[in-house]
């Protein structure tokens, strides 16, 4: 559906079923530091799609980056480090291609 189609039928983007943003905020921060404890010593790639990315990078870069913020590159790449159990934005939104 495109962005038109959607706002036609929800103009208050309050779409059926979606997901809480502090939910997903939450939910999307928890399983990535869960998977950073788990492989600490090692390097992980983990592919979202932007609104579950954005939503992490305004959270942990308290809101100077992210969801309304950032429109994110299709493809590009996010550095997360993790360090003394957090999470840190090494960089974001760069472009691979």
Do not use: C, F
Request: glycine content about 8%.
């Amino acid at each position: 559906m495109s962005l038109e189609e959607r706002l036609n039928i929800y103009p208050d983007r309050n779409y059926d079923g979606m997901e809480d943003w502090y939910h997903l905020r939450d939910r999307v921060q928890n399983k990535v530091k869960t998977l950073a404890k788990k492989h600490h010593d090692k390097n992980l790639l983990i592919i979202s799609h932007g609104g579950a990315i954005n939503a992490l990078l305004y959270t942990l870069s308290n809101g100077q980056y992210g969801s309304g913020i950032t429109k994110l590159h299709m493809g590009s790449v996010n550095m997360l480090l993790y360090e003394d159990n957090r999470l840190l934005v090494e960089y974001y939104n760069r472009k691979v291609y």
